[in-house]
């Protein structure tokens, strides 16, 4: 746990950090200013809020008792077996099976899984990966996640603000002449996105994977469920991709993603294999 929030306290004083630095580098003196109270109204927004920002952005919807009657009776039976509130669940539609569950602490959390888990599974299926994402509340992963995914957006956004100045003609003197902010604006921009995708990696260990999978399994009562699960949407992954920002895939139950073998080789999920060996203690 203190691991977890020893680096939520890195990314969210390297955020600042960031802002100020490209700040100082667009506009100088000025920028650095500017960017430090858009780096404090980041840091909050991202703390409280960011939760709310990840399901807005991919239309989830919450799913009321009515709707899902069973969904909503896994969800009451495994958060009551784990000691924390009830979450509320929502819904994305969207044919890709997935599933993930963010907020910053058990009291203010959230579990969302899309229509096509929900008809992709079965019961005990679905019951294991609910279980999986209530892993990630009890493990306090959640907080790490939502952080990691405002970090990666707000990189994104200092690379694009970059690449738009250098285009525009930044760093020119009075005279006209190119300046080296000029070249800096553009590397920042071309070289940004691909370490954003490496902080996320770094700052998302596989072990998170795996610690959800053995608490969800608990929680379940039988490995088994999860388990089948993990073989039918990687399954799935591959034919129906979830189209799922790189800030945010590491949120997912399983990567969303269908990247090339670089982005593999920083992929925050564990091989399949090694989930299903480590859930069921034995090779298959």
Known sequence: MFGNWAKTAFLLTAMAAL???VGY??????????????????NFVSYFFSDKIVVKSYGAKPLS???APRLHAIVAELSAAAGIPKPPLYMMQQSAPNAFATGRNPRHALVCVTS?????????????????????????????????ASFASAIMFLAQMARWTAMMGGGRDR??????????AMLVAVILAPIAAMLIQMAISRSREYG???????????PDGLANALRKLFAASKRVPLNAGPATAHMFIVKPLTGDALMNLFSTHPPLERRIERLLGRTE
């Open 212 to 222: 959800a999978d053995a608490t969800g399994a608990k929680l379940a009562g039988t």
């Open 25 to 42: 580098l667009l506009g100088g003196p000025g920028g650095m200013a500017i960017a430090f109270i858009i780096a404090i109204v980041m």
């Open 19 to 21: 802002f100020m630095i």
């Open 116 to 148: 096509g888990l929900v008809e992709l599974l079965n019961e005990e299926e679905v019951k294991g990966v609910i279980a999986h994402e209530i892993g990630h509340i009890v493990n306090r992963d959640i907080l790490l996640q939502t952080i990691v």
């Open 175 to 184: 005279e006209g002449r190119g300046g080296g902010i000029n070249l800096i």
């Open 65 to 67: 008792e009515s709707e």
